[in-house]
């Protein structure tokens, strides 16, 4: 039987179908134990068809990274709507959905899985300490009254800190969580924005039903 032929509207639609069920079997399975056979299975197409698009487990998951990344800045020109800058309310609202995000791929990733889709990419696909600075770059470009003296790397490592709190809910002390998370994102955006610009701290639950995928 000869292969079956798409259109490229139909490789674009067959794509991203992958791409959002191989991200629901991450969540569930992690990456060593989602298999191409269930990616393909959820996907409703053969294990062939899904090597006609990736080379192997570990691409699809640097693919579906660089997917997440092209939503994200989808959402933000969204929510741009064509004006150069989002305001201070709307930018701690980007910085609060990223956090709260459960489609970003890295938080169901082990450091042994980071480790194969580095060895896995030899374009350099997965983002590294360097790239990380250069995105929040990007981003607050879109950011109204960003301070001068931003700390990059400080503000990364508290995004950072405040996924992984996040990420560990379970072992925090439940009843101060959101006082906590509260607190830390008073810091950051101390750290970002003007002095007497950032406001109140955001509560970790105000954006938790939006979903804006990162990375």
């Known amino acids: 039987m000869s ?17 959002l069920s191989g991200l629901e079997l991450l969540k569930e399975y992690g990456m060593t134990h989602m298999s191409v056979e269930k990616i393909a299975a959820a996907a409703g197409i053969g294990k062939s068809t899904f090597y006609n698009f990736f080379m192997s ?9 660089e997917f997440n990344r092209s939503r994200f800045w989808q959402v933000v020109s969204d929510m741009l709507g064509g004006r150069e800058r ?3 309310s709307e930018s701690k609202q980007v910085l609060t959905m990223i956090i709260n995000s459960k489609d970003s791929v890295y ?19 997965v983002p590294n300490i360097e790239e990380e ?17 931003v700390d990059f790397g400080v503000v990364s490592n508290l995004l950072k800190i405040l996924a992984l709190t996040a990420e ?11 006082r906590t998370q509260e607190k830390l994102f008073g810091l950051l955006f101390g750290c970002i924005f003007e002095e007497g610009q950032y406001g109140a701290p955001v509560r970790c639950s105000q954006y938790s039903g939006v979903k804006l995928p990162t990375r």
């Open 57 to 65: 487990k570990e691409d699809f998951v640097i693919q579906l990274i």
């Open 168 to 178: 560990n809910k379970t072992i925090l002390h439940e009843s101060a969580y959101d």
């Open 3 to 19: 292969p079956k032929l798409f259109s490229i509207a139909e490789k674009e639609q067959l794509r991203e179908k992958m791409f």
């Open 107 to 125: 938080q169901y990733l082990t450091p042994e899985d980071e480790k194969k889709l580095a060895t896995a990419s030899p374009d350099d696909s």
């Open 86 to 88: 989002l305001t201070i």
């Open 133 to 149: 600075i250069d995105t929040l770059k990007r981003l607050f470009g879109y950011f109204d009254d960003v301070r001068e003296d």
